[in-house]
């Protein structure tokens, strides 16, 4: 095995790990403490109380769909006061009425892949399920986990290096009903055409250096 061999070998691999490694990771469920310094966080204060919420936060690369409302009940805000919630929150409800026919699941999709997310929710009693779709691919990861209708709220929270694209949000307990507060994101460091272009040339010039000693 020649040291120009050797050289090549653990270049190419490092570009690899770069170009395709993080390809190859599965989303993890996480703790809040993942989320110290998020690059953002949603508290949904700027929501009128039942306004539709969708591309508000478009800025933030998230866009809400299936019908998610702002809620500003006393009672739905007060859970979250525990783990810093504000005046308003969100859930998948109007007007404080909820079935199996109106509270659906919710879909927050990332205009760019993020590298982790987690929110604070509460439901009925039961179990809510999220659904983690990374990489562009159609096929998602399922997490389901305990949520009741009390404080503090629940915390979940999710990352995957490959990148998520969007989670899908279901209650399991009839009527499928649930408000979420502090949506938190952490954006994905991607690397950059100069990333890939230094990596190059520290490949050529390993070989070049190896001829010269020739």
């Not at 090549?8 to 403490?33: D, K, M």
């Not at 929150?89 to 205009?111: D, H, K, R, W, Y």
């Not at 502090?182 to 250096?209: H, K, Q």
Request: hydrophobic share 45%; net charge negative.
């Amino acid at each position: 095995m020649t040291r120009h061999w050797m050289i090549r070998t653990a270049l190419s691999a490092l570009a690899g790990s770069v170009l395709a490694g993080a390809a190859l990771a599965n989303p993890i469920q996480v703790g809040i403490g993942a989320f110290s310094t998020p690059t953002a966080t949603i508290g949904f204060e700027n929501i009128a109380n039942n306004a539709s919420i969708t591309n508000q936060y478009a800025a933030q690369d998230v866009i809400f769909s299936g019908g998610l409302y702002g809620d500003t009940d006393s009672g739905d805000v007060g859970m979250f006061a525990a783990v810093g919630g504000g005046n308003v929150v969100a859930g998948n409800f109007q007007n404080q009425v909820c079935t199996g026919s109106t509270c659906l699941p919710i879909t927050a999709s990332f205009a760019n892949e993020i590298a982790s997310v987690g929110f604070y929710i509460i439901t009925q009693p039961g179990t809510t399920t999220v659904k983690v779709y990374s990489g562009h691919s159609a096929t998602a990861t399922s997490f389901t986990f305990t949520t009741q209708d009390a404080s503090p709220a629940t915390f979940f929270g999710v990352q995957d290096s490959a990148g998520i694209d969007k989670i899908v949000i279901a209650d399991n307990a009839a009527p499928d009903g649930f408000a979420m507060d502090r949506l938190m994101i952490n954006s994905r460091s991607v690397p950059e055409p100069t990333t890939l272009s230094f990596l190059g040339g520290l490949l050529l010039c390993g070989v070049l250096a190896r001829r010269r000693r020739q």
